[in-house]
């Protein structure tokens, strides 16, 4: 996919819709920007909140039953 975008005189550009929708960026977001030879290369960059859902299980457990594997946790966690 090529597409022709503008950059302001402030150096900013817009990211063509179709591109954002295929790498997930609903709002605004950061990028890493890297340049090799000629070439510019813009990577969105994954933060902590893009990651929801991307650790679903079907395991459901009662806030009672997090509240005890987060207490078991800490304490077989903290003896290894």
């Known amino acids: 996919m090529q597409n022709t ?8 550009l817009t990211i063509p819709k ?6 997930g960026i609903l709002g605004s977001a950061k990028a890493t920007i ?7 290369i813009v990577k969105p960059k994954k933060d902590f909140w ?3 859902g991307s650790l679903a299980s079907d395991i459901k457990l009662t806030d009672k039953q997090l509240k005890e594997a987060r207490k078991k946790f800490e304490t077989t966690w903290a003896q290894e």
């Open 5 to 12: 975008v503008s950059i302001t005189s402030q150096g900013q």
């Open 18 to 23: 179709a591109i954002r929708e295929l790498f």
């Open 34 to 40: 890297q340049v090799v030879d000629d070439t510019i």
């Open 50 to 52: 893009s990651l929801e």
